[in-house]
């Protein structure tokens, strides 16, 4: 069960009978009710049988609902519960959604090895990352992409083979790092390791300067950005 936040609104994902759930609920009463309260629900969206929900973003202006499955699919609901759009995206499923803050860059991050960043509206490819033949887990944008004193067009990608088919095929290069793209030339910047199990979601700090990621070794990594990396310039 996955958890996220809107404004003034929380929408929870589960899998109840091989049927994912997307539940929409007044964040406001939930904060403002008493223990043995319900919490109040506004809107319930059910998914098709062959499909899990794995995880969901708000639109702009908490409108819509972004949605990827396991079948590599990205769905589209408005707030009645309609798919106002879908498309098929990733030969594999899809682990994670992230939309910039000014919502005119969705990134897909799947376990076919690639993170994709398309056009919210119309869900067609702007930009393909490969992070390898290992699946990619996680993906955000810097924050500073829009930047006037450090502009960034940067993109960090995350991932890494399971760590049980790591030990019993003795695979090498299990692609536990971190990947530091370009977005507008598409050419790899940096590579970050650390981590010694599939990484499974990376952030960055609001103000850009650094990032967070969580591994399935149970470890939290902060990385804090050197200052060259502000005063050199990197496409």
Known sequence: MSLSFGEKEIFTLSDYQKVSTIRVFDFEQVLRKKEDEPAKMI????????????????????????VATTTGEIL???????????????KEEIFQLFLSHDFTMLV??????????????TLEEVRV????????????????????????FHIAVV??????DVARMNIEGSGFEIQLYSIIYEQKLAEIGGHF?????????????AFATGSEDGYVHYHQLPPEYFTKKFE
């Open 43 to 66: 809107l319930q969206i059910d998914g098709k049988k062959d499909v899990t929900f794995n995880h969901a973003v708000w639109g702009p202006l908490n409108k819509t609902i972004y």
């Open 76 to 90: 589209i609901y408005d707030l009645q519960g309609n798919i106002i759009k879908e498309q098929k995206l990733h």
């Open 108 to 121: 897909t991050s799947s376990r076919d090895g690639h993170s994709k960043i398309l056009n919210p509206e």
């Open 129 to 152: 990352f490969k992070y390898g033949s290992k699946p990619c887990r996680g993906a955000v944008i810097s924050p500073l992409f829009d930047d006037r004193n450090h502009q960034k």
């Open 159 to 164: 991932g890494g083979q399971e760590a049980t």
């Open 197 to 209: 199990g599939p990484v499974h979601t990376i952030d960055f700090s609001p103000d850009g300067f």
